[in-house]
């Protein structure tokens, strides 16, 4: 069974970027769709962007699409997520998941990672 492990969260100012990595281990990681979800404080957890296994198909939220890339890389086992013009709202801990195919829903996805905390200031 895969495992994940997501880094590249941190502190930053409205306007920055930051890329987050998910690095799986234990599998056949082109064998999985990827998914990125985050959950701010309070709220529920939601999707954010998906890949499918072969990078052919890219989904996106709305309130990300334009400034957050979804990508992957199937020989180092890793899907990112390229996030631009940060905002205060993009305030959350971000979760990476597996699924068999990619998916905007959280009940499709069967694995997940710890999550890495992002936090935009104002």
């Known amino acids: 069974q895969v495992q994940l492990l997501e880094s590249g969260g941190g502190l930053v100012q409205a306007g920055d970027s930051l890329r987050l990595s998910c690095a799986a281990s234990g599998g056949t990681f082109s064998n999985y769709a990827m998914g990125w979800f985050r959950q701010a404080p309070g709220k529920e957890r939601e999707f954010v962007a998906a890949i499918s296994r072969s990078a052919g198909r890219l989904y996106y939220a709305d309130s990300v699409k334009g400034r957050f890339t979804i990508s992957r890389d199937n020989a180092k086992n890793t899907v990112y997520l390229e996030m631009n013009s940060l905002k205060p709202e993009d305030t959350a801990v971000y979760y990476c998941?597996?699924?068999?195919?990619?998916?905007?829903?959280?009940?499709?996805?069967?694995?997940w990672g710890q999550g890495t905390q992002v936090t935009v200031s104002s």
């Open positions: 998941a597996a699924a068999k195919f990619a998916l905007t829903t959280a009940a499709g996805y069967y694995q």
